[in-house]
T-cell receptor
Framework: KQEVTQIPAALSVPEGENLVLNCSFT??????LQWFRQDPGKGLTSLLL?????REQTSGRLNASLDKSSGRSTLYIAASQPGDSATYLC???????????FGTGTSLTVIP | EAGVTQFPSHSVIEKGQTVTLRCDPI?????LYWYRRVMGKEIKFLLH????????ESGMPNNRFLAERTGGTYSTLKVQPAELEDSGVYFC???????????FGPGTRLLVL
């Protein structure tokens, strides 16, 4: 059974700092991996989706990398802003089905 | 383009009652998913529809949960009778392609007293 772990559970950084969020998964037989953002009381917003054949994806100040063989992904946020404060969730989709296995998330606070 | 919508946003019911949650996917998305997050735990998959057919319902916790997607448009998730442990946030998502990006709704917050 796939298990997804996100470390750290919470992170607080000053504005402008670059930061890295980590995601690890136990079964490397994945089809893709997606990073989401969740604001308090809101739904999930898709940030980046990486197919298993890809190494990384970039969108603006966000860069997500994938090392399937080692079961790891990182989300890099450059020049953090207070508006980046949210919970970031990592989810992997297995080869055998089209569902997502989610991590418990990293709660990010960017201090002005 | 309208996103995934869910109704109601919140529901408070007593143990033993019935609740029906509704999800309207993005127009044209054949794939619809239900997920649930209980307090302090990760979001967990419940089931996946392709049009009106259940593609995968391996995550449904028990037979008190019934999901339908008549006509392949909106979907409902009924919990009958509700138990305390059913409390949580129920998310719906949709995607155009089976392996594509999933777009999530805002969730329905269910509290069973």
């Amino acid at each position: 059974k796939q298990e997804v772990t996100q470390i750290p559970a919470a992170l607080s950084v000053p504005e402008g700092e670059n930061l890295v969020l980590n995601c690890s998964f136990t079964d490397s037989a994945i089809y893709n991996l997606q990073w989401f953002r969740q604001d308090p009381g809101k739904g999930l917003t898709s940030l980046l989706l990486i197919q298993s054949s890809q190494r990384e994806q970039t969108s603006g100040r966000l860069n997500a990398s994938l090392d399937k063989s080692s079961g790891r992904s990182t989300l890099y946020i450059a020049a953090s802003q207070p508006g980046d404060s949210a919970t970031y969730l990592c989810a992997v989709s297995p080869n055998t089905g089209n569902q997502f296995y989610f991590g418990t998330g990293t709660s990010l606070t960017v201090i002005p | 383009e309208a996103g995934v919508t869910q109704f109601p946003s919140h529901s408070v019911i007593e143990k033993g009652q019935t609740v029906t949650l509704r999800c309207d996917p993005i127009s044209g998305h054949d794939n619809l998913y239900w997920y649930r997050r209980v307090m302090g735990k990760e979001i967990k998959f419940l089931l996946h529809f392709v049009k009106e057919s259940k593609q995968d319902e391996s995550g449904m916790p028990n037979n008190r949960f019934l999901a339908e997607r008549t006509g392949g448009t909106y979907s409902t998730l009924k919990v009958q009778p509700a138990e305390l442990e059913d409390s949580g946030v129920y998310f719906c998502a949709s995607s155009q392609a089976v392996w594509g990006t999933q777009y999530f709704g805002p969730g329905t917050r269910l509290l069973v007293l």
